[in-house]
């Protein structure tokens, strides 16, 4: 059983930063590849980025390609997701997801595990 609590969500101005992290209890987690996924009110839940067990192969939303990174440390069971130049249609909540399967990390319906989701709010 995994469990994956996200943090650092919150309130950001046009063109700003934020770091979300995501941190998985039990010893598997280097097993999984793992995705954020933002979603909005009435809206289905869109992938964001992924990244395989070791890291080493990432895939990007368009939308956020260029602006965003997923690094993980595996020695800390953590996923991050940096995001740099913020804009007010990035603003959602963000969910960390955790996988078997990096040929399916853009498919929601591919996740195991889900964390509670964090508020990013982008003021214009």
């Known amino acids: 059983q995994v469990q994956l609590v996200e943090s650092g969500g919150g309130l950001v101005q046009t063109g700003g930063s934020l770091r979300l992290s995501c941190t998985a209890t039990g010893r598997s987690f280097s097993t999984y590849s793992m995705g954020w996924f933002r979603q909005t009110p009435g809206k289905e839940r869109e992938f964001v980025a992924g990244?395989?067990?070791?890291?080493?192969?990432?895939y990007y939303a368009d939308s956020v390609k260029g602006r965003f990174t997923i690094p993980r440390d595996n020695a800390r069971n953590t996923v991050y997701l940096q995001m740099n130049s913020l804009k007010p249609d990035d603003t959602a909540v963000y969910y960390c997801?955790?996988?078997?399967?990096?040929?399916?990390?853009?498919?929601?319906?591919?996740?195991?595990?889900w964390g509670q989701g964090t508020q990013v709010t982008v003021s214009s």
């Open positions: 990244t395989s067990q070791n890291g080493n192969i990432v």
């Open positions: 997801g955790g996988t078997k399967s990096f040929t399916t990390i853009s498919y929601p319906t591919s996740y195991e595990y």
